[in-house]
C-alpha cells in the first residue's frame, strides 16, 4: 500500500500519539489523532511506589511493561538510587521499550538486555531463554493499573518470586459525535493494545458508527483475534505496536 494522501488514525495514548502522527506525516500520509487511552501517574500512592523503588537491589530482573513504564519509572529510580545498585537484568518488552529503556537510562548506566523478540508481546518475550530458567528469581515488573496478567503468572508457575509495581493508570478517553466524526474518513485505523480495540468499539458503538469495513492493524495476533471476533472483516496484524513495524506492514500490503 502507498501510504501517500492515505488518511491514518492513530489511537495510541500521548505523547506517543503526537510523535506517531508526524512521523506518518513525514512518510505522506494525513494523521489524524483519536488516542484511545488517557494516561496518568499513580501520584496518591507515591509513597508505596517510592518504598518499592528502594527495594529495587533485592531483585534479579526489571521488566518494563512499555513506554510509559520506562518513562515512569527511569524517573523514579533516578530520584531514589544515586548510584544504581549493580547485577539487575533490565528487560522491556519490543524494540520499542527496550530502546526506550537505552535512551532514557543512559545516563544512569541502564542498559536492557536486546531481544530477537517477535512482535511487541509478553509471549513473545516469555519465549526468551532468559525468561526460561527463572526459579528462585525475584522479578520486578513495571507497568500499569490493572491490564494482563499473563506474563507474572506464567513466571511465577516457573519458580520466580514476582511483583507488580503499577506507576500509572490507563483511563478511557470519552469523545463527542463531533469529535468522531472528524475522523470518520480514515481508511486505516492503528490499534496498539487490546484495551485500546475494547475502547474504540466502545466509543463508535455510543455514537451509533459502524467502521467495521475500514482496514484496522493491530499489535499482536492476539488483538487481531479480538478485531475479528468484534466484527471487523480487514484486519492485519503488523507483529509490533512500534511506528516501523506498522509502516513495514502497510507498505507490504
Same mark, same amino acid.
Given at each position: 500500500?502507498?501510504?501517500?494522501?492515505?488518511?491514518?488514525?492513530?489511537?495510541?495514548?500521548?505523547?506517543?500519539?503526537?510523535?506517531?502522527? #508526524?512521523?506518518?506525516? *513525514?512518510?505522506? &500520509?494525513?494523521? $489524524?489523532?483519536?488516542?484511545?487511552?488517557?494516561?496518568?501517574? !499513580?501520584?496518591?500512592?507515591?509513597?508505596?511506589?517510592?518504598?518499592?523503588?528502594?527495594?529495587?537491589?533485592?531483585?534479579?530482573?526489571?521488566?518494563?511493561?512499555?513506554?510509559?513504564?520506562?518513562?515512569?519509572?527511569?524517573?523514579?529510580?533516578?530520584?531514589?538510587?544515586?548510584?544504581?545498585?549493580?547485577?539487575?537484568?533490565?528487560?522491556?518488552?519490543?524494540?520499542?521499550?527496550?530502546?526506550?529503556?537505552?535512551?532514557?537510562?543512559?545516563?544512569?548506566?541502564?542498559?536492557?538486555?536486546?531481544?530477537?523478540?517477535?512482535?511487541?508481546?509478553?509471549?513473545?518475550?516469555?519465549?526468551?531463554?532468559?525468561?526460561?530458567?527463572?526459579?528462585?528469581?525475584?522479578?520486578?515488573?513495571?507497568?500499569? #493499573?490493572?491490564?494482563? *496478567?499473563?506474563? &507474572?503468572?506464567? $513466571?511465577?508457575?516457573?519458580?520466580?518470586?514476582?511483583?507488580? !509495581?503499577?506507576?500509572?493508570?490507563?483511563?478511557?478517553?470519552?469523545?463527542?459525535?463531533?469529535?468522531?466524526?472528524?475522523?470518520?474518513?480514515?481508511?486505516?485505523?492503528?490499534?496498539?493494545?487490546?484495551?485500546?480495540?475494547?475502547?474504540?468499539?466502545?466509543?463508535?458503538?455510543?455514537?451509533?458508527?459502524?467502521?467495521?469495513?475500514?482496514?484496522?492493524?493491530?499489535?499482536?495476533?492476539?488483538?487481531?483475534?479480538?478485531?475479528?471476533?468484534?466484527?471487523?472483516?480487514?484486519?492485519?496484524?503488523?507483529?509490533?505496536?512500534?511506528?516501523?513495524?506498522?509502516?513495514?506492514?502497510?507498505?507490504?500490503?
Amino acid at each position: 500500500m502507498q501510504l501517500s494522501g492515505k488518511h491514518i488514525l492513530i489511537t495510541r495514548p500521548e505523547p506517543e500519539n503526537t510523535l506517531s502522527c #508526524e512521523r506518518f506525516q *513525514t512518510w505522506g &500520509a494525513h494523521s $489524524l489523532s483519536l488516542p484511545m487511552i488517557e494516561i496518568d501517574a !499513580l501520584t496518591e500512592q507515591n509513597a508505596a511506589i517510592q518504598s518499592h523503588i528502594f527495594d529495587l537491589d533485592l531483585y534479579d530482573q526489571v521488566i518494563f511493561i512499555s513506554k510509559n513504564a520506562v518513562r515512569y519509572g527511569i524517573e523514579w529510580i533516578e530520584d531514589c538510587w544515586p548510584m544504581l545498585p549493580v547485577g539487575i537484568n533490565w528487560v522491556g518488552i519490543g524494540k520499542g521499550t527496550t530502546d526506550f529503556i537505552n535512551e532514557l537510562g543512559f545516563d544512569l548506566g541502564i542498559k536492557a538486555q536486546e531481544h530477537a523478540l517477535s512482535g511487541n508481546t509478553s509471549e513473545a518475550l516469555l519465549n526468551q531463554e532468559s525468561m526460561q530458567k527463572v526459579a528462585g528469581q525475584k522479578i520486578l515488573i513495571m507497568g500499569g #493499573e490493572g491490564g494482563r *496478567t499473563k506474563l &507474572a503468572e506464567t $513466571l511465577l508457575e516457573r519458580g520466580a518470586q514476582v511483583k507488580h !509495581l503499577a506507576l500509572y493508570s490507563r483511563n478511557k478517553i470519552n469523545y463527542d459525535l463531533e469529535q468522531v466524526a472528524e475522523a470518520e474518513n480514515c481508511e486505516v485505523i492503528l490499534i496498539t493494545s487490546g484495551e485500546g480495540l475494547e475502547n474504540l468499539v466502545d466509543t463508535l458503538s455510543q455514537h451509533n458508527k459502524n467502521w467495521l469495513h475500514k482496514l484496522i492493524l493491530t499489535p499482536s495476533q492476539r488483538v487481531a483475534d479480538m478485531a475479528i471476533e468484534l466484527g471487523w472483516k480487514n484486519v492485519v496484524n503488523a507483529n509490533g505496536a512500534d511506528d516501523n513495524s506498522i509502516y513495514a506492514a502497510l507498505t507490504q500490503l
